[in-house]
């Protein structure tokens, strides 16, 4: 899919101007449940950043009070400059936000959501008509113009979706989690409409549970749990963080894996982890000499492998140092993660 530069740029910021987002002791809660407990962020104009966590961490809770949803209970939180609470109409006039599922009418066709939507923004009859059959044209969607979206299938729905977000073009672009559900090739397309907006200017906030599509998109990543940041940095130096180095393996006998996961401990003097898959293991380390010397140990003590390979650390296992769980099993306690709406 191609996406048409034009229809998605924005004008360059000036050298002086604010942050696009900066927020200072943020807090949201819901009864007795502290849904977001202090997010301090500073997140410069341009680019993609994105805010990892599992479900029930707070990203939402904290999408909701930037977009002016909902407000905050203490802190502050200002967009462009502008405060949330104070200033929210002006932030409303910078920001879009795209939830998890699609915020348009189902029995209106694609082109008649889109120049509903460029009525209601101030468009004229012609120029809304023209703007809806640019962003159709834009997203790959002008065969389905005139098909009810209820009729779209999930990748072609997350795409209406954005254009819909950006009928005007917002100077900042919420996205939570966009692509829940979709199949990878339906990923891959939003993922070049993501990369398409920030061409154009347009500064995305990003939150996922996918630790590859943050490693795909992301410049900078805040990892959020139980409503805190505990990490922040680029996917590199969050990588590095927690080692140089990652080692998988896998045994060619599967009732071989607790006594290779034993020894390789031993050898490593680090801890080694049993993956899903029923012959790997992994194991973080940081240099390679223990490595050889592990491997040998393997092959004296007739443990055979299947296959060994020694890279950086994903950022699964990055999240998983960091929280001590993996990002998609975490009980949900965002008392908003499935309220979307649209902004």
Do not use: C
Not at 12 to 33: N, Q, R, Y
Not at 110 to 124: K, Q
Not at 150 to 174: E, H, N, T
């Amino acid at each position: 899919m191609t996406i048409a530069e034009d229809v998605l740029v924005r004008g360059s910021a000036g050298a002086g101007d604010p942050p696009a987002i900066e927020t200072h002791g943020l807090v949201k809660t819901f009864g007795s449940t502290r849904a977001v407990d202090g997010v301090d962020l500073l997140i410069p104009r341009g680019g993609v950043h994105g805010f990892l966590g599992p479900n029930g961490a707070g990203k939402t809770t904290t999408i909701r009070m930037l977009a002016t949803l909902i407000r905050p209970d203490a802190g502050t939180a200002r967009v462009f400059g502008h405060d949330v609470v104070s200033e929210a109409d002006a932030v409303r006039a910078r920001v879009s936000l795209t939830g998890q599922f699609a915020s348009l009418d189902e029995d209106l066709s694609g082109d008649e959501n889109l120049r509903l939507l460029a009525r209601l923004l101030g468009y004229p009859r012609a120029e809304g008509r023209a703007r809806s059959e640019q962003l159709l044209d834009a997203f790959g969607l002008t065969d389905a113009a005139d098909k009810q979206v209820k009729k779209y299938s999930g990748g072609m729905r997350r795409r209406i979706d954005l254009a819909a977000s950006i009928v005007v073009r917002p100077d900042l672009i919420f996205l939570d989690e966009p692509t829940t559900g979709l199949d990878p090739r339906s990923r891959n397309q939003v993922w070049d409409v993501i990369r398409a907006l920030v061409r154009g200017g347009t500064t995305v906030l990003l939150t996922t549970q996918y630790l590859d599509e943050a490693d795909q998109l992301a410049d900078r990543i805040s990892v959020i749990d139980t409503g805190r940041v505990i990490a922040e940095g680029s996917p590199g130096e969050l990588k590095a963080s927690v080692g140089t180095g990652t080692l998988q393996v896998r045994v060619l006998r599967p009732g071989q894996r607790a006594a290779a996961r034993d020894l390789l401990q031993r050898v490593l003097g680090t801890e080694v982890r049993e993956q899903g898959d029923p012959a790997g293991l992994t194991a973080t380390v940081a240099d390679a000499g223990p490595v050889a010397r592990a491997l040998a140990a393997l092959a004296d003590a007739d443990i055979g492998l299947a296959q060994y390979a020694l890279g950086q650390p994903s950022l699964d296992e990055v999240f998983l140092a960091l929280t001590g769980h993996v990002a998609e099993t975490a009980p949900t306690t965002d008392p908003t993660a499935s309220e979307e709406g649209p902004a």
